[in-house]
């Protein structure tokens, strides 16, 4: 499809505007310093000022604007007071997606970190460290939507009387099962969905704990070999207390990605089949049915449900600085 510059005119005049009026911002503050003395105070909002504005245009402004659409109905026209929230928790398919959601919070930070925790400790004093990071960090390297193209043909399915195509599928048969429908049947498939996450999330647990496990003193697990201590004694009580923080970073990363999980599940899925999450209902609500004020709702519980992560992570760099 061709640009269209005429059709795109309107839109490329506000990102005029809005470059505009922010090059005027700095060079008023570039004025400002220039001038004369600033005090440090003043001089700190003067250089915060680009950051807060672009902050209040790109965050703080969309954000009330999708709390005030969420008390909306009718596409926005109408004042529908809290029925947009009385759906959210009593519709059948709302309630599908906050209960998959809630799943996926739970299994994937759990799973993906004990998998990269596993894989940590085997190759964090291995010689070849570096190449298996490399290859369990590779499907980082694809897209969320890649790796549900990935996993959707694994999970493929044929009748018993065609050839199968999807790995599972394929080696079901040679043991002499039945091809299944993986992503049909509920609510397994969401464990099935829940799997390609984790392959793409394991990595980045795994290359965090490498390096939490390797920065751990030598001396005090040395002491506690010589103590008469086994490795999995050394290991429960001297390695895990002392990457207890970078668990915790690791889960809670984990967790606040998951929580806006989209692209696997609209891949994968569509979110039939009983699958949907928060991030697909809300996309489905606002954009496929034309119910912004339902999809408003939805992004108001995700931004709620997300807070309290982000609010512990930030208390939690606060007190490591």
């Known amino acids: 499809m061709s640009f269209d510059a005429v059709a795109q005119q309107p839109k490329l005049l506000y990102l005029l505007q809005g ?29 915060l000022a680009p950051a807060l504005l672009l902050l209040t245009v790109g965050l703080l402004l969309p954000g009330l604007r999708t709390l005030v659409l969420s008390f909306t109905g009718d596409g926005g026209e109408t004042w529908a007071g809290l029925d947009n929230y009385v759906w959210m928790f009593t519709d059948h398919r709302a309630l599908v997606a906050l209960r998959n959601t809630l799943a996926w919070a739970v299994l994937v930070p759990t799973a993906s970190t004990a998998v990269g925790l596993l894989y940590a400790v085997a190759v964090a004093r291995s010689r070849f460290r570096a190449p298996a990071l490399a290859l369990v960090l590779m499907p980082m390297a694809i897209s969320f939507v890649g790796a549900g193209v990935v996993w959707k043909f694994v999970y493929a399915y044929r009748p018993p009387e065609a050839g199968q195509i999807g790995l599972l599928n394929q080696l079901v048969v040679a043991l002499g099962g039945a091809p299944r429908q993986w992503l049909v049947d509920s609510p397994w498939n969401v464990l099935f969905l829940i799997v390609a996450m984790v392959w793409t999330q394991a990595g980045f647990a795994a290359v965090l704990l490498t390096g939490a496990i390797r920065a751990v003193p030598r001396e005090p697990t040395e002491a506690a070999l010589l103590d008469g201590a086994s490795p999995r004694q050394v290991f429960r009580h001297v390695t895990l207390p002392s990457i207890r923080p970078t668990l915790l970073v690791v889960l809670l990363a984990q967790a606040i990605g998951t929580l806006k999980a989209f692209d696997i599940v609209k891949t994968m899925t569509g979110g039939q089949f009983d699958t949907g999450v928060l991030a697909h209902e809300m996309y489905d609500q606002a954009f496929r049915y034309g119910e912004t004020g339902r999809g408003a709702a939805l992004a108001v519980l995700l931004f709620l449900l997300v807070t309290p992560f982000v609010a512990h992570q930030v208390r939690a760099r606060r007190r490591t600085g």
């Not at 009026?21 to 003067?46: K, W």
């Open 19 to 47: 470059l505009a009026a922010f090059a005027a911002v700095i060079a008023l503050i570039l004025l400002a310093l220039h001038r004369g003395p600033v005090r440090r105070r003043a001089a700190a909002l003067l250089l």
